[in-house]
């Protein structure tokens, strides 16, 4: 090797090494200055009226006594429009661990006063 230059075969080498170096730097500022960079959109519930009981269990007379309890629901609004919210339904006393049917009801509007029952969804044996 003369004094100065660099044998073909280690350019490469050196070129390789130099490029994921730089590659390297590149991805690391990119994401922790991007990521400081962006502000994370986080979406926070509000309430905007007052609280309306939509659905109690034991109005329905097929259920036969009154001590039935909901727990853990969701809403979900379909094609149509019409909101249909879903959750667990259990007979009292509160037994997590043996909770097995989920009820459905649905309503044109999540303000509607009175949701219509469709029974269960599903019961879980």
Do not use: L
């Given at each position: 090797m003369v004094a100065g230059l660099i044998?073909?075969?280690n350019t490469l080498t050196i070129i390789q090494n130099k490029m994921k170096r730089t590659i390297v730097i590149l991805v690391f500022t990119t994401f922790f200055l991007g990521a400081?960079?962006?502000k994370p959109?986080?979406?926070v519930p509000v309430i905007v009226g007052k609280f309306a009981h939509i659905f109690d269990p034991?109005?329905?007379p097929e259920?036969?006594?009154s001590s039935w309890y909901t727990n853990d629901h969701t809403f979900v609004k379909g094609k149509d429009g019409t909101w249909h919210?879903?959750?667990i339904i259990h007979h009292l006393p509160v037994h997590?661990?043996?909770?097995?049917r989920f009820f459905h009801i649905t309503a044109k509007s999540l303000s509607q006063k009175k949701w219509e029952d469709h029974g269960y969804a599903m019961h879980a044996q």
């Open positions: 044998e073909p075969d400081k960079a962006q959109h986080v979406m034991n109005d329905a259920r036969g006594d919210a879903y959750g997590p661990w043996e909770e097995t």
